[in-house]
């Protein structure tokens, strides 16, 4: 059972990982999602900066993962890229697709988001926008 975990999580991660390509227009479309859900433009016009992951892959069998790729901008100039990854031990099975921003208050914030290995934690599963 662990090695087909394992294998379910290595297709997983190849096929979401950097051979997936997003094209430019989906990072826009993504913001301009964003950006147009309710009250989350006071976030663009109040944030320092923002990373925006237009698609990340989750899934697991016993062992999960989730990746994506991300572009990070600042006061609206976009700075680099960043990834996101997640492996997770425990009960589940499936798996999904979905996008997600990061809004940085200040410049301090920023510093720390774009400095190296930036880490947080939080297990939301179902989100609509």
């Known amino acids: 059972m662990t090695r087909l975990s394992l294998r379910a999580l290595a297709i997983l991660l190849f096929i979401s990982g950097p051979y997936s390509v997003c094209m430019a227009d989906e990072y826009e479309t993504t913001i301009g999602v964003f950006r147009d ?20 892959g989750k899934g697991g ?5 989730a990746h994506g790729t ?3 901008y600042a006061q609206g100039e976009y700075l680099g890229d ?4 997640q492996l997770t031990v425990g009960f589940q099975f499936g798996g999904q697709a979905y996008s ?30």
């Not at 997600?100 to 400095?115: H, N, P, V």
């Open 37 to 56: 859900a309710g009250e989350s433009a006071w976030f663009f016009e109040n944030s320092y900066g923002y990373a925006v992951f237009p698609t990340i």
């Open 100 to 129: 997600q921003m990061i809004f940085l208050e200040d410049e301090r914030a920023f510093a720390s988001f774009t400095s190296g290995n930036f880490e947080f934690s939080a297990q939301a599963t179902a989100v609509a926008l």
């Open 70 to 72: 991300g572009r990070v």
């Open 61 to 65: 069998i016993g062992i999960g993962g």
């Open 82 to 85: 960043a990834t996101m990854t």
